[in-house]
């Protein structure tokens, strides 16, 4: 007769914490010494990005661009990406300073000491390569907005702006640091990226859970109905942020806000967002944070 | 509506609009906007934001 063994129960924040700051130890690194910056690199003549994840894949802008446009663009959006992680992170690292010690909980604060330590090493790594190779980081244009919380509220909208800044980026890092085609450089930085993305994402996750599950039965329906309805569209503004005719410009693409347009609207990139964002939207609905996939 | 409605405070626009709006007012004005140097006045209403970013263009 086989013996019927109970599950074992889910792990706590405080128990993946404690795992999670283990292996950040395990694989501390040195932004200062351990990347090996090229010179120079060859804009218009190699691969920044893989082609299928640049912005204007498959639109008619992309058709009308030869081989070395496609580089060079593949180079600006790269600079784009990184500045838009760049500026995703900024927020993060403030908001992560008012988590430590709030929580009374020592093992969640000492892992937030090295997720706040990893992401500040990540705005080095992505300023120093835009500035580096592209003179600039590209700005941001959002602009905050005051707003009054229920309780628990802000808290449950920080951590899903982490989500949404990694999760999107985890998605790119993941692709590109397989991709041999593309230079060694932008390699190299998805994949530190990705090594520390992977645990932030999983410690995010589960911190937000638990803070929808602790929170959300508590608010009043219009205050539900008012997160769902800003988290649908601040997902779909975060995507427009990786559309920047800035970049196109620099590429020299001429009519870089029509380029924009048509890729916002073209089927081949939403089908691509779409795609991107599936495992964060199964992981909204799954924990009930949003009901539906929103529109992107 | 008319070109003193409140845009932000009435929810005609949300603050996650506002990206939208500045990448629109660029493609009108060719070029970019410094969003770091925006007083949270020029996005009042209509008026407001052709005094911030198109009457000194002329335009």
């Not at chain 1, 690199?41 to 008619?60: A, K, R």
């Not at chain 1, 997902?235 to 620099?250: C, E, G, I, R, V």
């Not at chain 2, 845009?7 to 506002?18: A, C, E, K, T, W």
Request: aromatic share 12%; glycine share 6%.
């Amino acid at each position: 007769m086989n013996a019927i063994t109970a599950p074992p129960a889910p792990e706590t924040s405080t128990q993946l914490s404690t795992r999670l700051s283990r292996a950040s130890v395990k694989k501390l690194w040195n932004v200062y010494g351990d990347i090996a910056w090229p010179e120079s690199v060859d804009i218009g003549g190699e691969w920044f990005m893989t082609p299928e994840l640049v912005s204007l894949y498959g639109t008619p802008a992309w058709d009308a661009l030869d081989e070395t446009g496609r580089k060079r663009l593949s180079f600006y959006d790269l600079v784009n990406f990184f500045s838009l992680t760049l500026h995703g992170e900024r927020p993060l690292v403030q908001g992560l300073c008012n988590q430590m010690y709030a929580r009374q909980n020592a093992e969640v604060t000492e892992y937030i000491h090295h997720f706040l330590d990893e992401e500040n090493k990540h705005m080095v790594m992505f300023g120093e390569f835009c500035s580096r190779y592209a003179g600039k980081v590209y700005a941001q244009k959002k602009l905050v907005v005051p707003k009054t919380y229920a309780k628990g509220e802000e808290d449950v909208t920080f951590f899903i702006k982490v989500l949404i800044v990694e999760e999107l980026g985890d998605y790119y890092n993941v692709m590109m640091q397989r991709d041999a085609s593309i230079a060694p450089i932008s390699r190299e930085i998805n994949r530190i990226h990705h090594a520390d993305e992977a645990r932030h994402i999983i410690f995010g996750r589960r911190l937000l859970a638990e803070l929808w599950n602790e929170h959300a039965p508590k608010w009043q329906p219009e205050t539900l109905t008012g997160l769902r309805t800003w988290l649908a569209g601040y997902l779909k503004a975060s995507w427009n942020d990786f559309y920047n005719p800035t970049a196109y410009k620099d590429a020299g693409i001429a009519d870089a806000y029509d380029a924009r347009q048509a890729a916002l609207a073209a089927e081949c990139c939403r089908e691509h967002r779409r795609r991107v964002s599936r495992k964060l939207v199964d992981y909204f609905i799954d924990t009930g944070i949003l009901e539906a996939e929103p529109a992107l | 509506m008319d070109d003193r409605t409140p845009i932000l405070d009435s929810g005609i626009l949300s603050s996650l609009d506002v990206v939208e709006l500045v990448i629109f007012i660029e493609s009108l004005r060719g070029e970019e906007v410094d969003v770091d140097s925006i007083e949270p006045e020029a996005l009042l209403n209509v008026d407001s934001l052709f005094e911030t970013f198109f009457k000194a263009f002329g335009r």
